[in-house]
């Protein structure tokens, strides 16, 4: 079997700081991207939208500038979020989104993941003014939608976690004070919120990564897999089921492809274990392998992957291609100049895929 498709956009990866940005969009552009949107949470974040505006943290402006030099000039489209904070006003979003620089914000739990540090609660921005001047000049809203604060049983609980309390709560109520923001869920890991999203309407999507389509947290626990630690934590199989049959839908438009890649190069410690799983290199052959991809589902999965994500964020389909053939390849270690990276496949002890990517 050999499918080959258009150039996909990875709608959800961590492309950090450093020396090692450009390993990390060497291994996207590896596996047939045209293009990312890069998530803002560096060190430091990048909360302000020009470069001369006050603040200490990056700029939209500056970070860009660093990935384009860094090889996404090769990529069609380079999307970059700006980062939530206490500082964000209703005038940074107005006259960033005049001068074109921002398409995109986004919003973290505080304290919720990796370098979530810097995010301030969700009901602050729905009072004062962000989302109403992001859904005015049609600025996006990236949302990890995860409840903060909660410990135990509502972190993780046999009837409830901190995604779902989010879906069921807050969202509805965003849902419903601004009815035309367009929102894009980011990473949903559960029935809840697939749910919701397929009830909202078109301005809503969300992102689905490969881990949440093939992994419960089952898979983490046996053998405590830790490259499998990511926020928010896979789930349970109702839920995957529930991922699954939203992307495989045939006239699915709002679910699409975001991998969450997510490097670290030291990933679990004494003390604990860093969040995200590193998918650069592996990912369409890991979501070829979610979906058992086939004659029947190519329709789907050529939206989930191609189309959606392309659509929603008003980018062209590419015209180049890459191809993907069932047939073994092997999983390697990224090593880069900081230190080398595990992808997900080999961390659950994997070194051979299902399929093989040729771009
Ligand atoms: C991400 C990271 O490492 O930056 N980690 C993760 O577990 N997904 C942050 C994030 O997207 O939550
Ligand atoms: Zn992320």
């Not at 983490?220 to 991922?243: A, M, T, W």
Request: some cysteine; proline content about 4%; hydrophobic content about 35%.
């Amino acid at each position: 079997m050999n499918y080959t498709l258009p150039k996909w956009y990875d709608l959800h990866v961590h492309f950090r700081q450093g020396e090692a940005i450009g390993d990390y969009i060497r291994a996207h552009l590896d596996m047939g991207c045209a293009g990312a949107l890069a998530m803002p949470n560096t060190k430091p974040p990048v909360a302000k939208v020009f470069e001369a505006d006050d603040g200490d943290c990056w700029s939209i402006e500056g970070y860009r500038d660093q990935l384009m030099k860094a090889g996404a000039n090769a990529f069609e489209h380079l999307l970059t979020p700006l980062y939530l904070t206490k500082d964000t006003d209703a005038s940074m979003i107005a006259s960033g989104a005049e001068k074109r620089l921002l398409q995109c914000a986004k919003y973290y739990p505080p304290h919720g993941t990796t370098n979530a540090d810097h995010g301030y609660p969700l009901q602050k921005f729905m009072e004062n003014g962000v989302f109403e001047a992001m859904q005015d000049n049609g600025v996006i809203l990236n949302i990890h939608g995860e409840e903060h604060g909660l410990s135990g049983e509502q972190y993780f609980g046999q009837n409830s976690n901190a995604e779902d309390t989010f879906y069921s709560t807050h969202m509805v109520e965003l849902r419903e004070k601004f009815p035309k923001l367009k929102i894009v869920c980011e990473h949903i890991t559960t029935k809840t919120a697939a749910d919701f999203v397929a009830r909202s309407g078109d301005n809503i999507g969300a992102t689905i990564t490969p881990q949440h389509l093939l992994y419960t947290v089952a898979d983490l626990l046996q053998g405590l897999k830790y490259h499998l630690y990511c926020l928010p934590l896979v789930k349970f199989e109702e839920d995957r089921k529930s991922l699954l049959s939203s992307a495989l839908s045939e006239n699915n438009t709002q679910f699409f492809a975001g991998t969450d890649s997510a490097p670290h190069t030291e990933k679990a410690t004494e003390c604990g274990c860093a969040a995200g799983c590193f998918t650069g290199l592996i990912a369409p052959q890991l979501y070829a392998q979610a979906f058992d991809l086939n004659d029947s589902n190519l329709n789907a999965f050529k939206s989930f992957l191609c189309l959606n994500g392309a659509n929603f964020y008003d980018l062209n389909v590419p015209k180049e291609t890459f191809t993907l053939e069932k047939k073994p390849s092997q999983v390697t270690a990224l090593e880069t100049s900081v230190g080398s990276v595990t992808p997900l496949s080999l961390g659950l002890g994997q070194d051979t895929l299902d399929w093989t990517i040729k771009v």
